[in-house]
């Protein structure tokens, strides 16, 4: 496949936009090469600039999680947007998706939106800070949460990419107040609470991390995070902004049975417009403006285009749970498919999958964490990524992401990919 007139039109973005992209892992600089200019998109394909076809896995880092261009949530923002597109004033839609969002989801009264996850883990911290009255929290190695300041300490996704796990611009008074751990070491965790008693207003996860590439959490390392939270009076943040309307109904807490005491989201629950939300419990969220003393807010937060378009996503996930194990299935069988053609051609590899998150580490350790991640191949990853472009599959640039399975994808979609692959790997 040809991907010239992408290539000039990099160049010409480039001028104009510091590194010729509006978030850093779409310059394609972990893989090298230059980043394909979409066109338009439709169920699980994209349209690029050069008029190819693409089979698509990464579907906006999560969000279509039914496919592109969604029949039911496009229609869902033309008629909302004739209505107007912003009054910065209360609407029933609001309403409406926080009451489907508290049903959905296990041990949360109210939720409150924003436009990001960034947005949403930034003030759910806040909160956490504000509630306890204590400023340190503790994250993991190569969880993502988002731009802001405090979790940018070895951030994962595109801040790895770049190399740059600590952002210039941070200051050393925020760093410090970020303890870091590594991801499913329970005995670390531990350890942090012991040194900083009474001082730990939060632990902020990614349930099923996939800012590393796909890594569940290990067997009882939840259930473990949420004793020592209960254990110190500490609030459990999980950051649900992939998982959360993905791997169940409910997120990751239904899906392993444990609870949170703030949840963040953000992708699939604004339905590809620009959404991100956090809710908890009552007492918790009583403690926000205009009702509490911890302030947050936004012109554009709860937008009545982007509260149409996640209410109808929604809606249909609640009223066809059937999605989620379709989805999970589709994601078995590329599973079962690339491994088989890895283990035929003797590549080593690990496959993580969790749901229908999924990623392909090149090295036979097993992957569990920050470290493990990044001592698999990243120039097998490398060449991997460009075979399947030239074979018309788009996976995210990078090994520190997870892909993400849209039901929109055909099984002829997936068995084309895993024979690609199978094409691709016969030749290393
Ligand atoms: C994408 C992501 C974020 C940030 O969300 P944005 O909408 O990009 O600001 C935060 N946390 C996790 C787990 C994410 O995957």
Not at 115 to 134: D, F, I, K, P, W
Not at 159 to 174: D, H, R
Request: charged share 15%; aromatic share 8%; proline share 5%.
């Amino acid at each position: 496949m040809q991907y010239k007139r992408s290539s000039a039109l990099f160049s010409e973005a480039q001028q104009v936009i510091p590194g010729g992209v509006n978030s850093p892992v779409r310059a394609f600089k972990g893989v090298g090469g230059h980043p394909v200019f979409i066109n338009s998109a439709k169920g699980a394909y994209l349209f690029d600039e050069d008029g190819n076809k693409l089979i698509d896995y990464i579907n906006s880092w999560g969000p279509m999680i039914l496919g592109h261009a969604f029949d039911p949530v496009v229609d869902a923002i033309t008629a909302t947007a004739k209505k107007g597109t912003s009054f910065g004033a209360p609407t029933v839609l609001e309403t409406e998706i926080a009451q489907l969002a508290v049903s959905m989801v296990p041990n949360i009264d109210k939720i409150r939106f924003v436009n990001s996850g960034t947005e949403a883990c930034m003030s759910a911290v806040r909160l956490a800070r504000g509630y306890t009255s204590r400023e340190k929290i503790i994250k993991f190695a190569g969880c993502y949460h988002g731009h802001s300041d405090s979790f940018l300490i070895q951030a994962g996704s595109g801040a790895i990419t770049l190399g740059v796990p600590n952002s210039p611009g941070v200051t050393a008074g925020t760093a410090k107040d970020t303890l870091l751990a590594d991801y499913n070491n329970l005995e670390q965790v531990k350890a942090i609470f012991e040194a900083n008693k009474d001082e730990i207003s939060c632990i902020i996860i990614e349930p099923v991390a996939g800012n590393m590439g796909c890594i569940p959490p290990a067997s009882g390392f939840l259930e473990g995070l949420r004793s020592l939270c209960d254990e110190h009076n500490t609030l459990l943040i999980f950051d649900e902004v992939m998982t959360g309307f993905r791997l169940a109904k409910g997120g990751a807490q239904e899906l392993y049975g444990v609870n949170a005491d703030i949840i963040t989201f953000g992708k699939v629950i604004g339905g590809g417009l620009p959404v991100g939300a956090f809710a908890a419990r009552e007492e918790i969220m009583n403690y926000l403006a205009p009702i509490g003393p911890v302030y947050q807010a936004g012109t554009l937060s709860g937008n009545p285009l982007a509260m149409a378009a996640g209410i109808t996503m929604l809606n249909e996930l609640n009223e066809k749970p059937e999605i989620f194990s379709s989805i999970n299935i589709k994601t078995k069988r590329l599973h079962l498919g690339m491994q088989a053609a890895l283990i035929k051609h003797n590549i080593p590899h690990t496959i993580n999958r969790v749901g229908s998150m999924i990623s392909v580490h090149f090295s036979n350790d097993p992957v569990v964490d920050f470290a493990s991640a990044s001592a698999a191949s990243g120039e097998r990853f490398n060449l991997f990524f460009h075979g399947l472009l030239e074979h018309g599959i788009y996976i995210a640039p990078s090994a520190f992401e997870t892909w993400f399975i849209s039901d929109a994808l055909s099984n002829e979609d997936i068995d084309n990919t895993i024979a690609a692959v199978g094409e691709i790997v016969a030749a290393w």
